[in-house]
């Protein structure tokens, strides 16, 4: 059983960075194409980045469309995601998720094979 795990969340103010990491439990993250989800409270689950298998393709919310920076390093079997200029409006909890059917992503959660616990993450203004 594939297991993900992410870290990196916390407190920060407006207009501050942070980086969130998800470490890949079974050495094959090369085998998937990843994702970052978020889901703030009382609302649903929402697509934030995704990155192919090759990791030359990303596709990204509109809302954090360059502000947030997704990536990847295999062979530390992690996947990042670098948040900037951070706002209030950000604050929830973010998931990892990776897909092992479909090489370039998807934007659906339910396409998503496996998920990590989440990281919150909280905003100030």
């Known amino acids: 059983q594939v297991q993900l795990a992410e870290s990196g969340g916390g407190l920060v103010q407006a207009e501050d960075s942070l980086r969130l990491s998800c470490v890949v439990s079974?050495?094959?993250?090369?085998?998937?194409?990843m994702a970052w989800f978020r889901q703030a409270p009382g609302k649903q689950r929402e697509f934030v980045a995704t990155?192919?298998?090759?990791?030359?393709?990303?596709d990204y919310a509109d809302s954090v469309k360059g502000r947030f920076t997704i990536s990847r390093d295999d062979v530390k079997n992690t996947v990042y995601l670098q948040m900037n200029s951070l706002k209030s409006e950000d604050t929830a909890v973010y998931y990892c998720a990776a897909i092992t059917w479909l090489r370039y992503g998807s934007t659906r959660s339910n396409d998503y094979d496996y998920w990590g616990q989440g990281t919150q993450v909280t905003v100030s203004s």
């Open positions: 990155i192919s298998r090759s990791g030359v393709r990303t």
């Open positions: 079974d050495h094959t993250l090369s085998a998937y194409a």
